[in-house]
């Protein structure tokens, strides 16, 4: 991703710039918290707006593509098989409340932490190459998963999917409400993890990894790491999914649901934080209002929204509003 | 034993002739790319619109075509993106497919439509200890030739050697006075076309539906990295050893299961033992 990541070096290297702090920081500062404050109450107004339902929705995916977005544009990895995991936590979401009746936070929490797992043995895997096998592989190995998942249909009910699963907050409002608290915690720790050491250095290896390498840092293992963390917050958002829905289908595990996580991302803006929930409320609320007036052809539309920005707006929406070159 | 192994080679052709344009269009553009499953699908879909009775006309037309319509989408579209990441392409053509598939969608709705066996290939080949039906000796035959063909045009001639030139020391090929750009566009066409002939092959054999080709253009990712996308030899050679381990193992394990993940495991093992692939290079780190 050579101009955003070019993009964020520069970042970079203006916060890292020593002595007295450049005139205006502290008005943009309390401007980002006004932006915050603003975001936080957006959110809380969100099911007022919108259907409930929708609402619901465009958490989960502000989750995913926050997830993919971590390794996009902070580690320069495109991961085109998040639906594996997504998916993955969905059916262990749904399988942990059905079976053990766990309350949904906990069921999500499950289903998160299995996604991780997952990440593991794949990501040990894909991290081995970079670029466009990276996408290449992560691709190849969610639709080993999704196979499984077919086949395996005395555990995730095939093409039926899982039915039903229950939730104690049935109506979609207050669900939106339930669920917020653990996407804010999904985004914090995403913030938290782009702005920690750690998160340097994964920028340090996705602009150089031959340096970050010769610095001491194992480069694998860091990608690793961040492959984990990716899945477990792709996680989050595929438990919420599952619970939003009361329902989990292998759709969840299809390449097409990677790939509109990717869109997102690049819609929103690649490196950016702030562009996936953006993207995420854009593309559902499309989708919701083309399905809505009865419009199937949906990848028609969403594909040539795609083609355009990588075409014409390749920074995003975030990075067009808000980022200087 | 043999016919198994004979009709897994049948499969590998599909594989083969999609994972062989895959790899032409990566050597010399670096561009992945994504639509390759979409075109394979028009292919087919392309085979239809023409009718049964047209196969043979359909065979030179559809891929013919399909080269020019992805001449007109490298120069418009692909070519505004070939000095950025690769990746960019990459995203480029999921949107291309995207937009393919519900195209054909809207038009042909989502179930399959059949396709009658080619006039002349309805037979079967007798090859004494086993008689095998005429049109998959065809498929297999036809592969067979253009893989060789392709090996040599690129390695044999002084063409293969323009374009070879150019896909590894472009710069200095350019210095050496060879219009690197003026290959560009014909080589992409040419990827295409070989998508599209591999679709108008399995119009017969396969359903042509229109996520024909989403389904295989993942199987072809995870050939082309077991064979390396910089190898052509490599890719072809994975394809075909592919096909046969599916047909086998659907044979012998009876397991849809089994056959169908098959290619992913030895993915796997792949990238455990040699990252690079079977015949691929190795990448610079960057």
């Not at chain 1, 390749?314 to 990075?319: A, I």
């Not at chain 2, 062989?20 to 994504?34: E, T, Y």
């Not at chain 2, 392409?89 to 519900?102: E, I, Y």
Request: hydrophobic residues 55%; charged residues 10%; proline residues 4%.
């Amino acid at each position: 991703m050579t101009e955003s990541s070019a993009l964020v070096a520069q970042e970079m290297a203006e916060a890292e710039r020593p002595g007295p702090e450049p005139r205006g920081s502290a008005l943009r500062r309390n401007a980002r918290w006004l932006l915050l404050a603003a975001a936080v109450v957006f959110a809380l107004w969100l099911p007022f707006g919108l259907y409930p339902a929708v609402a619901v929705e465009i958490l989960c995916w502000a989750l995913f593509a926050v997830a993919i977005d971590l390794l996009l544009g902070y580690v320069g990895l495109m991961s085109f098989g998040h639906a594996a995991f997504w998916g993955t936590s969905a059916y262990a979401t749904g399988l942990v409340a059905i079976h053990w009746g766990l309350p949904f936070p906990l069921a999500v929490l499950c289903g998160a932490l299995t996604a991780t797992v997952l990440a593991v043995p794949i990501g040990y895997l894909a991290v081995k190459r970079t670029g466009i096998y990276f996408a290449m592989v992560t691709l190849a190995f969610a639709q080993m998963i999704y196979v499984v998942a077919n086949k395996w249909s005395s555990l995730t009910g095939g093409e039926n999917g899982l039915q039903s699963v229950p939730r104690a907050i049935t109506d979609n409002f207050y669900f939106y409400y339930a669920a917020l608290p653990i996407v804010f915690g999904g985004l914090f720790l995403a913030w938290r993890i782009v702005h920690s050491p750690f998160g340097r250095v994964l920028v340090a290896i996705r602009d150089n990894p031959s340096r970050a390498r010769a610095l001491g840092y194992a480069v694998h293992r860091y990608k690793l790491m961040a492959f984990m963390l990716s899945a477990f917050l792709a996680g989050l958002g595929g438990g919420l999914f599952a619970m939003g829905h009361r329902f989990v289908s292998l759709e969840t595990l299809h390449w097409t649901t990677s790939g509109k996580a990717v869109i997102i991302v690049v819609l929103g803006g690649i490196g950016t934080l702030w562009g996936g929930p953006l993207g995420a409320a854009a593309i559902v609320r499309l989708e919701d209002w083309l399905s809505f007036s009865g419009f199937e052809q949906i990848g028609l539309v969403t594909g040539g929204i795609f083609v355009l920005t990588v075409l014409l707006f390749r920074r995003g929406v975030w990075g067009t509003l808000f980022k200087r070159r | 034993m043999l016919q198994h192994v004979f009709n897994g080679l049948v499969g590998g052709s599909f594989l083969a002739l999609v994972a062989l344009g895959l790899a032409v269009i990566f050597g010399m553009l670096r561009v992945v790319n994504f639509a390759h499953g979409a075109i394979y699908m028009l292919g087919a879909f392309g085979a239809l619109a023409l009718t049964g009775e047209a196969f043979w006309a359909a065979l030179v037309v559809v891929p013919v075509g399909l080269g020019l319509l992805g001449m007109v989408l490298e120069r418009t579209v692909v070519n505004r993106l070939a000095r950025l990441d690769p990746l960019y392409n990459f995203l480029l053509t999921f949107g291309l497919t995207l937009v393919l598939q519900d195209l054909v969608k809207w038009r042909y709705g989502v179930q399959s439509s059949p396709y009658p066996t080619p006039a002349g290939l309805g037979g079967s080949v007798d090859f004494g200890l086993f008689d095998f039906p005429a049109y998959r000796v065809f498929v297999l035959v036809v592969a067979a030739i253009v893989c060789f063909g392709v090996w040599f045009l690129l390695s044999r001639t002084r063409l293969g050697l323009i374009v070879r030139a150019c896909t590894e020391r472009p710069e200095l090929s350019a210095a050496l006075g060879v219009n690197v750009g003026r290959w560009v566009t014909p080589v992409f066409g040419f990827g295409v076309a070989l998508a599209g002939l591999a679709g108008v092959l399995a119009a017969p054999m396969r359903a042509v539906h229109p996520l024909m080709g989403a389904d295989l253009i993942i199987v072809v990712f995870a050939v082309v990295v077991i064979g390396g996308l910089g190898s052509i030899f490599g890719s072809v050679a994975a394809a075909f050893a592919i096909g046969v381990l599916q047909a086998l193992s659907e044979a012998y394990l009876d397991s849809a299961l089994v056959s169908q993940i098959l290619v992913y495991v030895v993915m796997a093992a792949v990238l455990l033992w040699r990252p690079s692939g079977l015949f691929g290079r190795e990448e610079s780190p960057a």
